[in-house]
């Protein structure tokens, strides 16, 4: 590719990381908005049904029609849409319990472990200032999370527990993303999702261990109700951008450089913020405003250092 080839892919990539970011961003605002009134799986049944439908309607007659659903790598679409599943599950397990800000702020230390899951798993050799980042990053999340003192919340550890299924997700689909277009992953995530949450609807559905005092776990085992006609905006919402950021967020990483499109994932952290205080009354107090910024600083900082190592990596090539 040329260097103007390059650029104008790379930029492509960051607009669709930034348009994700922003989509995502809706389904965490309307999923915290919803947890008081539904079952998380209901939710999510009805959120990937209508993303099913956007799927079909809007993005499969764009990318070649039913040659989506054709793949030789099954399992590992699997994998990825099951490591999605649970991921977002977890976070918005999250959100029902927790101010929307701390929830996303740790969210993002999953490019900290994706760094390690990198060298666990690649075999990529990290040094010492990447290192001292990720032990940053993880610092900020202590600060947050406030563990062995009153202030800690049992519903701290799904993010993080998010965060590592995502790092998960990020590793299978390096492995896949050469091979696999972003509407072929984004139908088997959607698949998955129906599967899954159909599946807990069945088991616990009727409501049988609800009336747990955690708003997490009322969140997860709260039977199944009428859906209010007010919120159908919100359901159909959640489906349309839930779809779309998935697949906006595959396209990203298929079309740029990583290093390139993931700093524009971060608006997502800003805009968190910003439905905490309108949506919610709720605004970091001082010692998250100091997590926040540990964890955002170190990770972008490993994203910078994956920019410079490529350009590295370029000119050793080229010489």
């Known amino acids: 590719m040329t260097t103007v080839s390059v650029q ?27 947890s008081d009134s539904y079952a998380l799986h209901q939710v999510v049944l009805i959120r990937s049904s209508v993303g099913l439908i956007t799927l079909l309607a809007v993005i499969m007659p764009l990318s070649g029609g039913w040659r989506i659903v054709r793949t030789r790598r099954i399992g590992w679409h699997l994998l990825r849409g099951l490591c999605v599943v649970l991921a977002n599950s977890f976070l918005f397990l999250g959100l029902a319990a927790m101010p929307i800000a701390d929830a996303v702020a740790i969210f993002f230390v999953s490019p900290l472990l994706i760094a390690l899951m990198s060298i666990l798993f690649l075999g990529e050799v990290v040094g010492l200032r990447r290192w001292v980042a990720i032990a940053v990053g993880f610092a900020g999340v ?19 527990a998010a965060a590592c299924l995502y790092g998960v997700m990020h590793i ?24 899954v949450s159909a599946g807990v609807g069945l088991a616990i559905g009727d409501g049988r261990f609800a009336g747990q005092a955690h708003p997490s776990l009322d969140f997860l085992l709260r039977a199944w109700a009428p859906v209010d006609i007010a919120d159908l905006p919100i359901l159909v919402m959640l489906g349309v951008s839930g779809v779309m950021g998935g697949y906006l967020i595959s396209q990203a990483y298929r079309l740029s450089e990583a290093a390139f499109a993931a700093p524009f994932e971060y608006v997502a952290m800003p805009m968190a913020i910003i439905w905490g205080i309108t949506v919610f009354g709720t605004f970091p107090d001082r010692i998250a405003w100091i997590g926040i910024a540990l964890i955002l600083g170190s990770g972008l ?19």
Do not use: H
């Open 172 to 195: 299978v689909a390096r492995r896949i993303g050469g091979t696999e277009s972003a509407a072929t992953m984004t139908f088997y995530i959607v698949m998955t999702f129906i599967v």
């Open 301 to 319: 900082y490993l994203v910078w250092r994956e920019a410079v190592k490529g350009r590295t990596r370029g000119i050793r090539r080229q010489t």
């Open 142 to 160: 202590m600060i947050i999370v406030k563990p062995g003192t009153s202030a800690f919340q049992v519903a701290s550890v799904f993010p993080i």
């Open 8 to 34: 104008r892919s790379n930029l492509t990539g960051a607009l669709c990381a930034f348009a994700a970011a922003l989509c995502f961003s809706l389904n965490d605002v309307g999923i915290k908005f919803l």
